[in-house]
C-alpha cells in the first residue's frame, strides 16, 4: 500500500514553469513505477510521463516531449514533472500513480495501482 500527495500545481502564464512534486508514504518507493497523467475538464484521462524505478527508463507523451520532464529521488519517496514552456492547453488536474508490473513504455492508465488526489495546473494565455 502506497499513499501519493501531489504538490505545486497553480496558476502560471502561458510560457511560464512549474514543478510538481509527488511525495509518497511507504518504505518501497523504489519498487513503484512511478507516472504522472492529466485530465483536462471533459476529457478522459491522459498519459504524461513515466519514470522505472531506479529511475534509468523514463517515457514522456509526445504531446509534451521536449517540454516536459520526469525524475525522482528514492532518498525522498518523491517523483517530480518539471513542465516548462507551458501552454493554455496544459491546464489539467494532473495526477501521480504508482504501480508495480507497469510495462516500460506503456501509456496505459489501467497498468497503475495507486493514485494521488490530483493537482490543479492552470495555464492562462
Known amino acids: 500500500q502506497v499513499e501519493l500527495v501531489e504538490s505545486g500545481g497553480g496558476l502560471v502564464q502561458a510560457g511560464g514553469s512549474l514543478r510538481l512534486s509527488c511525495a509518497a508514504s511507504g518504505r518501497t518507493f523504489s519498487s513503484y513505477y512511478m507516472g504522472w497523467f492529466r485530465q483536462a475538464p471533459g476529457k478522459e484521462r491522459e498519459f504524461v510521463a513515466s519514470?522505472?524505478?531506479?529511475?534509468?527508463?523514463?517515457y514522456i507523451a509526445q504531446s509534451v516531449k521536449g517540454r516536459f520532464s520526469i525524475s525522482r529521488d528514492n532518498a525522498k519517496n518523491t517523483v517530480y514533472l518539471q513542465m516548462n514552456s507551458l501552454k493554455p492547453e496544459d491546464t489539467a488536474v494532473y495526477y501521480c500513480a504508482a504501480g508495480t508490473n507497469v510495462r516500460v513504455y506503456s501509456a496505459a492508465a489501467d497498468q497503475y495501482d495507486y493514485w494521488g488526489q490530483g493537482t490543479q495546473v492552470t495555464v492562462s494565455s
Open positions: 519514470i522505472s524505478w531506479s529511475g534509468a527508463n523514463t
